[in-house]
């Protein structure tokens, strides 16, 4: 299947810092990707789908200044959280979407393998 | 309101012993329903994509199915390798992000 890397695997930060995650898919082009948030035994909540070349769509309650997204490129999608607090730590989680083509045309969300994110 | 719920939360299964995961849904418009494998600490595998009632799919030990209500993940003769949370997720309307069950917690034991 295609893949999405994300880089840091981890990370640890002081209050009041910032820290970038980036989200790349490494063997196809993704217009549109998607940012997760994953709290320990819970499902995937959804924060923001990021369309290249546009402004990021925010979910209900997701603080769009404190969670930066870009999408610069068709390859590159960035999570900036900005001035973090302890309550920011979690598992941060990526996707891209691809489209499929063929008898079954649809598409198929690839997830990346997660930034675990430490705010000390 | 688009709903997925997953059903059992928890599942224990002896290696070798047959079962099903299900997903219920309640969406407007369905675009595909998707099934993911999550291993602890680790972003979801992605499984299968069904589109449309009737449609089935199969991955080794795993075959997924497909109605109108509801989505099924049927396990033969499953392996502690399996041992993982099965996620089921859809996409509904104009929209491509995928709405997440809660998940089922599948252990395998040797």
């Known amino acids: 299947g295609a893949v999405v890397s994300q880089h840091p695997s981890w990370v640890i930060c002081k209050s009041g810092t910032s820290v970038k995650i980036e989200c790349r898919s490494l063997?196809?082009?993704?217009?549109?990707m998607f940012w997760y948030r994953q709290f320990p035994k819970q499902s995937l909540m959804l924060m923001a789908t990021?369309?290249?070349?546009?402004?990021?769509?925010?979910e209900q309650g997701v603080e769009k200044d404190k969670f930066l997204i870009n999408h610069a490129s068709l390859t590159l999608s960035t999570l900036t959280v900005t001035s973090a607090h302890p309550e920011d730590s979690s598992f941060y989680i990526c996707?891209?979407?691809?489209?499929?083509?063929?008898?079954?045309?649809?598409?198929?969300?690839?997830f990346g393998e997660g930034s675990w994110l430490t705010v000390v | 309101e688009d709903q997925v719920t997953q059903s059992p939360e928890a599942l224990r299964l002896q290696e070798g012993e047959s079962s099903s995961l299900n997903c219920s849904y309640t969406?407007?418009?369905?675009?595909?329903l998707f099934w993911y494998r999550q291993d602890p600490g680790k972003g979801p595998e992605f499984l299968f994509t069904?589109?449309?009632a009737g449609e089935e799919k199969e991955k080794e030990r795993l075959k997924a199915t497909l109605t109108k209500k509801e989505s099924f993940l049927h396990i033969t003769a499953p392996k502690p390798e399996d041992s993982a949370t099965y996620l089921c997720?859809?996409?509904?309307?104009?929209?491509?992000?995928?709405?997440f069950g809660s998940g089922t917690r599948l252990l395998v034991r040797p």
């Open positions: 996707s891209a979407r691809i489209t499929e083509t063929g008898l079954h045309s649809g598409n198929t969300i690839y």
């Open positions: 063997d196809f082009q993704a217009t549109t």
């Open positions: 990021s369309n290249e070349g546009s402004k990021a769509t925010y």
């Open positions: 969406v407007s418009g369905l675009r595909g």
């Open positions: 069904l589109y449309s």
């Open positions: 997720a859809v996409q509904a309307g104009g929209s491509y992000k995928l709405i």
